[in-house]
């Protein structure tokens, strides 16, 4: 039987690039929960999976109570079945709120594009330029 790893606060915080107190305040939040060893916390394989875990969530713009949510269902004994329908049904709508996002930025720029058009414009138009 082999040992599992294990991992410092110091290994985590470089590995994912956060910092110790990030990893705390996820501790404090009750996403992770390393063991014991004196005064030093000691990580788990399943403390990094779930790090692993809420660092993506992060990056795609979820929320830590959404993840919390999420990372929740792990333990439900269906065999992540309803972790993944959960996290599916959150990744497409926040697909579709970013590609909304995304259609609105287009459109301002175009409009900002347009009115760069009529600035420059202004000043090559004779007829456009007030005399004041």
């Not at 404090?28 to 692993?52: E, F, K, M, W």
């Not at 875990?53 to 919390?68: D, H, N, P, Q």
């Not at 709120?97 to 175009?110: K, P, S, V, W, Y």
């Amino acid at each position: 039987m082999s040992a599992s790893k294990s991992y410092s606060i110091a290994d985590l915080a470089a590995e994912f690039r956060v910092t110790a107190r990030t990893l705390r305040h996820y501790e404090d939040a009750g996403l992770i929960s390393p063991a014991r060893a004196g005064q030093n916390r000691v990580y788990s394989t399943a403390d990094h999976a779930r790090l692993a875990w809420i660092m993506r969530g992060k990056r795609v713009g979820f929320s830590l109570a959404e993840i919390s949510e999420m990372l929740d269902l792990y333990n439900l004994g269906d065999d992540r079945e309803e972790q993944r329908r959960v996290t599916l049904e959150r990744c497409r709508k926040r697909i579709a709120a970013l590609e909304a996002q995304r259609g609105d930025i287009d459109l301002t720029i175009a409009e900002l594009d347009e009115f760069c058009n009529t600035l420059e414009n202004l000043g090559e138009d004779p007829r456009l330029q007030h005399t004041g």
